[in-house]
T-cell receptor
Framework: DQQVKQNSPSLSVQEGRISILNCDYTNSMFDYFLWYKKYPAEGPTFLISISSIKDKNEDGRFTVFLNKSAKHLSLHIVPSQPGDSAVYFCAASYSGTYKYIFGTGTRLKVLA | GAVVSQHPSWVICKSGTSVKIECRSLDFQATTMFWYRQFPKQSLMLMATSNEGSKATYEQGVEKDKFLINHASLTLSTLTVTSAHPEDSSFYIC?????????????FGPGTRLTVL
């Protein structure tokens, strides 16, 4: 049972445009969400997170939006840069546990 | 800060042998570490939670006798894949929870590629 889903396995975006990566979850107990970036044969690196008490969090070019009623979150990258090309994972967690449940990942390719 | 290392970065072994992978938090203490496994083009799957000074907590479907976890100090957790078989070939990643942070943020190691022949 995949509790965290990223339905788009890949996404291509032109440099300078906006990249939007989506993530859906099924467990309403989740109250903390994160986005990680991962290159092949490397560990994930943290990008941005959001608590369920918020609906938006922004950090530079990265903004995460949370829609609790739809159990949906998205990561916006603007402007997209070639160096952003990587696999992006969303992850969810809930109070009382430090376990992360990862989505299946979306491979982003930013075209120069 | 918050650097996590893994050793080795890659290992090739024969079927039936055991392999030990180390995960270290270099500049912080971690009472809790996590072990993940990632198969090609798949998600990171949590295998177990490693707790310093106590037994690890394994996720459903993960054989605790096959994947031995030891968390003997606040900066080191080890995962031993016992009697490895080709189906154990995977990318193993550890993470560490840094104490004192307001919420549960994990820092990931670079991963270990295990190939069992």
């Amino acid at each position: 049972d995949q509790q965290v889903k990223q339905n788009s396995p890949s996404l291509s975006v032109q440099e300078g445009r906006i990249s939007i990566l989506n993530c859906d979850y099924t467990n309403s107990m989740f109250d903390y969400f994160l986005w990680y970036k991962k290159y092949p044969a490397e560990g994930p690196t943290f990008l941005i997170s959001i608590s369920s008490i918020k609906d938006k969090n922004e950090d530079g070019r990265f903004t995460v939006f949370l829609n609790k009623s739809a159990k949906h979150l998205s990561l916006h990258i603007v402007p997209s840069q070639p160096g952003d090309s990587a696999v992006y994972f969303c992850a969810a967690s809930y109070s009382g546990t430090y376990k992360y449940i990862f989505g299946t990942g979306t491979r982003l390719k930013v075209l120069a | 800060g918050a650097v996590v290392s893994q050793h080795p970065s890659w290992v090739i072994c024969k079927s039936g042998t055991s392999v030990k992978i180390e995960c270290r938090s270099l500049d912080f203490q971690a009472t809790t570490m996590f072990w993940y496994r990632q198969f090609p083009k798949q998600s990171l799957m949590l295998m177990a939670t490693s707790n310093e000074g106590s037994k690890a907590t394994y996720e459903q479907g993960v054989e605790k006798d096959k994947f031995l976890i030891n968390h003997a100090s606040l900066t080191l957790s080890t995962l031993t894949v016992t009697s490895a078989h080709p189906e154990d070939s995977s990318f193993y990643i550890c993470s560490a929870k840094r104490e004192g942070l307001a919420y549960n943020e994990q820092f990931f190691g670079p991963g270990t590629r295990l190939t069992v022949l």
